[in-house]
């Protein structure tokens, strides 16, 4: 019931996603979308990123509510609204507009398709006569014209997928080894420490990991797709450094609960990621940009680390 919960709450944003778009984005929170088609913004960020703060926070209090109520429908609510916002950051923000350069020779007529719907919506500069609101599904005569062409899509170049595979897997595993090694002391250890007023609620913390295992997988295959060098190779090592402090927390903390060592190694951590990011940033900025979420967590875990070792 819970899976069916979250598949199906996933389904209907997608058509929460087409009326959001058309009536609120182009409607009376233009002013924040705007940039998004003129380009006007500067740098990386644009203020029509506000919306993922925005499209947060009924997640967060969902994942509460639910966490706090015995993890009953408003929690796997939660979870189809985190997956289908993943799945939006993936497709939209790194296959379509490629803010990551990612996917860019792809054969797959779906997400031929839905690029193309995309890109027909963004010939409209300005809020009225919009067309293609949608995300993962589009009008017919998009999936026809890529469907119909598939011996022209056979002849673009394939992506690397081994390399994007293991790229990925690799930090979900060992995030996944860790989290299956110190559930049960998750479970019935951490919560009877003292804790800071600031501590979130422990069905964060899953949802928020996996996600930046993500990026950090992505991140690590913008590395790896690029020429060696001794650049690339620093980068790839220190990806492998701080991977290993980052395992090491968890068993540390929870499964030993060594508060005060798990503290020196988060620092650890923390350091080794600000060292990454510098030499990765040598080798691809965007692979780069797609780790600060992943310090500014770890510094949050940091200061909590801190707190509970403090309070205990």
Not at 30 to 50: A, I, P, T, V, Y
Not at 115 to 127: E, F, I, T
Not at 133 to 142: A, D, I, Q, R, S
Request: hydrophobic content about 50%; overall charge positive.
């Amino acid at each position: 019931m819970n899976a069916l919960i979250t598949i199906g709450t996933f389904i209907l944003m997608e058509g929460a996603t087409w009326w959001i778009h058309k009536y609120i984005m182009h409607g009376f929170l233009w002013m924040l979308h705007k940039d998004h088609h003129d380009h006007s913004h500067e740098g990386d960020f644009e203020r029509n990123d506000l919306f993922f703060v925005i499209f947060a926070i009924p997640t967060i209090v969902l994942f509460y509510t639910g966490s706090q109520q015995g993890f009953n429908y408003l929690f796997y609510m939660g979870l189809g609204i985190l997956l289908y916002g993943l799945a939006y950051f993936f497709v939209h923000d790194i296959f379509i507009h490629q803010r990551v350069r990612f996917l860019r020779n792809t054969k797959n007529a779906y997400l031929l398709a839905i690029r193309r719907a995309h890109k027909q919506h963004h010939k409209h500069v300005n809020k009225e006569q919009g067309e293609c609101f949608g995300f993962l599904f589009v009008p017919l005569k998009f999936f026809k014209m890529y469907f119909k062409r598939k011996q022209l899509i056979r002849t673009q170049p394939r992506e690397k997928w081994p390399l994007v595979l293991l790229s990925l897997a690799l930090p979900l595993v060992v995030g996944g080894v860790a989290g299956a090694v110190t559930a049960q002391n998750v479970r019935e250890w951490y919560p009877q420490l003292n804790k800071p007023f600031f501590t979130p609620p422990n069905a964060l913390f899953a949802p928020v990991w996996t996600a930046l295992y993500l990026l950090m997988g992505i991140s690590l295959y913008l590395v790896l797709r690029q020429a060696p060098t001794t650049a690339r190779k620093n980068a790839v090592i220190l990806f492998g450094v701080q991977l290993f402090f980052n395992f090491w927390w968890s068993i540390i903390f929870f499964q030993f609960h060594l508060i005060g060592l798990a503290l020196i190694d988060i620092v650890l951590l923390w350091s080794s990621i600000i060292w990454m990011i510098s030499l990765i940033y040598k080798v691809s900025r965007r692979a780069a940009n797609l780790q600060w979420p992943y310090l500014a967590w770890v510094s949050f875990a940091t200061a909590l680390n801190a707190s509970v070792w403090y309070l205990n």
